[in-house]
């Protein structure tokens, strides 16, 4: 997976520097209540900041799209200062 990645985050794209590794991504509905994947719901590779961004939006796909779509009309039309 990793050399299928190309040594990077499957989000961002960044490989990981400073002695960071990626994590393991995986649909977290599938395995409740475990604290490691069953290996069947892997999703790919992640670097630590976009894990956690998964994370903190609790994997709800709407939920990310709005995020999305509200940074993308404040960097053009809304500028403070």
Known sequence: MLAGQGGACAICGEIPTGGL???VDHQH???SGK???CGSCIRG???LS???AIGMFNEDVELLRRAAAYIAGTRSSRRLG
């Open 21 to 23: 590794g990626l994590v």
């Open 29 to 31: 509905s599938c395995c």
């Open 35 to 37: 604290s490691n994947s």
């Open 45 to 47: 590779l992640l670097c």
């Open 50 to 52: 976009c894990n956690a």
